[in-house]
C-alpha cells in the first residue's frame, strides 16, 4: 500500500509540474501570436484548465510535503502529548472541511456537466473535479498525518 502511495504522490508532482509547464508554454505562446495578431481562442481555455488542476494538484504537493502557511505560535510551546492532541484536532477540522469539499464539489460538477468552453469542446466541470480530486488527496494525506500523530501519542513522543 505504501508504494502505491508513493507512485501517487510522484505522479502528481510529475504531472503537477509538466501541467505547470505547459501552461507557461500556452500563455507564452498566446502573447506571441497575439503580437503577430493570430488569435488561439483554445490556448486560454486550455491555460485555465491547466491552471486549475496544477494549483489544486500543486496545494496537495505543498500540503502533504508540510510547505503550506501555517501558524503555531500557540501549539509549538505546548507540552508533547497536548501538542499532539491539538494537532489531532485541528487534522479532523481539516479532514471534515476536505470532505465537505468532495462531497458539494462531485454535487457541482454533475450539474455543470452541461456547461461547455467556448473553444474546446469538453465539459467544464473538469475545472470542478480538480478541486474534487485535490480534496480527496488532501484527504489520504490528513488521515496519514493524523496516524502518524496517533502513533507519535501512543509512543510518547512529543515530536
Do not use: H
Not at 4 to 29: S, T
Not at 77 to 98: C, D, E, H, S
Not at 113 to 135: C, D, E, G, H, K
Amino acid at each position: 500500500m505504501k508504494k502505491i502511495y508513493r507512485f501517487f504522490c510522484k505522479a502528481e508532482e510529475i504531472i503537477c509540474g509538466a501541467g505547470f509547464v505547459l501552461l507557461i508554454a500556452l500563455v507564452f505562446l498566446s502573447a506571441i501570436l497575439r503580437f503577430f495578431r493570430v488569435s488561439v481562442a483554445w490556448n486560454i481555455d486550455m491555460a485555465m484548465l491547466l491552471l486549475a488542476w496544477t494549483a489544486f494538484m500543486g496545494a496537495d504537493v505543498a500540503y502533504r510535503s508540510g510547505q503550506l502557511v501555517g501558524i503555531d505560535l500557540l501549539t509549538r510551546n505546548l507540552p508533547g502529548k497536548i501538542r499532539i492532541i491539538v494537532q489531532i484536532m485541528i487534522f479532523l477540522i481539516i479532514l471534515t472541511a476536505l470532505g465537505a469539499i468532495v462531497f458539494f464539489g462531485v454535487r457541482l460538477a454533475k450539474s455543470e456537466w452541461i456547461r461547455r468552453y467556448q473553444s474546446i469542446p469538453i465539459p467544464y466541470s473538469l475545472v470542478t473535479v480538480s478541486i474534487v480530486f485535490a480534496a480527496a488527496s488532501m484527504a489520504v494525506s490528513t488521515i496519514i498525518k493524523i496516524r502518524r500523530c496517533v502513533l507519535n501519542f501512543i509512543q510518547g513522543s512529543g515530536r
